[in-house]
């Protein structure tokens, strides 16, 4: 069975720049979430679908964060501009409702 | 509020020792309990999960995790650690009252000696 797919793995980008990271959930996951991880930090939520819904965004800088899940499977997180401390690794995961939370391999921001 | 600790930032083993990682809790709800590892530049692996029943768990890789509610914590152990093992380490709780999403603690980083 195929994991979670994110694409870029690694992107840099200069401060007051955009970026988009893209996410492709485990087949057939109803959940998805898009965490951010800042070295020496665990993971952190900043969203969370239920098929195309947002079921949470209480901690997504929506000031400058965004992110969409159309037609409930692909989901796209953006930051625009981004700032330095935005470097940090994104992770995508999945799960069933109700069950297990996968994680992709992360994309890797660092904002100079 | 939710909130997960893992009070050890640094542990350090000898390879083939015993291991206990520990995690603790505050949930306003009955916990979902997971460890996860993330070895450098990779993404995070499920090692285990408990959700109910039996309050000892087996991971893969040998780990296993006991669920002791009176203490609110759920501690992570091997009892011989391999080289390979050195990563972060990652305790999270979720609940279905909470929608499922996790609170992860800040980490454990495992170095393991020879």
């Known amino acids: 069975e195929a994991g979670v797919a994110q694409s870029p793995r690694y992107k840099i980008i200069e401060k007051r720049q955009s970026v988009a990271f893209w996410c492709n959930p485990i087949s057939g996951h109803a959940t998805l979430y898009w965490y951010q991880q800042i070295l020496g930090q665990g993971p952190k939520l900043l969203i969370q679908?239920?098929?195309?819904?947002?079921?949470?965004d209480s901690q997504l800088p929506k000031d400058r964060f965004s992110a969409e899940r159309l037609k409930g499977v692909d989901s796209t997180l953006k930051i625009q501009p981004a700032k330095l401390e935005d470097s940090a690794v994104y992770l995508c995961?999945?799960?069933?409702?109700?069950?297990?939370?996968?994680f992709g391999e992360g994309s890797w921001l660092t904002v100079v | 509020a939710q909130s997960v600790t893992q009070p050890d930032i640094h542990i350090t083993v000898s390879e083939g020792a015993s291991l206990e990682l520990r995690c603790n809790y505050s949930y306003g709800a009955t916990p979902y309990l997971f460890w996860y590892v993330q070895s450098p530049g990779q993404g995070l692996q499920l090692l285990l999960k408990y959700f109910s029943g039996d309050t000892l768990v087996q991971g893969i890789k040998g780990f296993e995790a006991e669920f002791k509610r009176s203490q609110s914590s759920f501690n992570l152990r091997k009892p011989s650690v391999h080289w390979s093992d050195a990563a972060e380490y990652f305790c999270a709780v979720g609940a279905k009252e909470y929608g499922n999403k996790l609170v992860f603690g800040a980490g454990t980083i495992l170095r393991v000696k020879s």
């Open positions: 679908f239920q098929n195309n819904g947002v079921v949470d």
């Open positions: 995961a999945s799960s069933p409702t109700g069950g297990t939370i996968y």
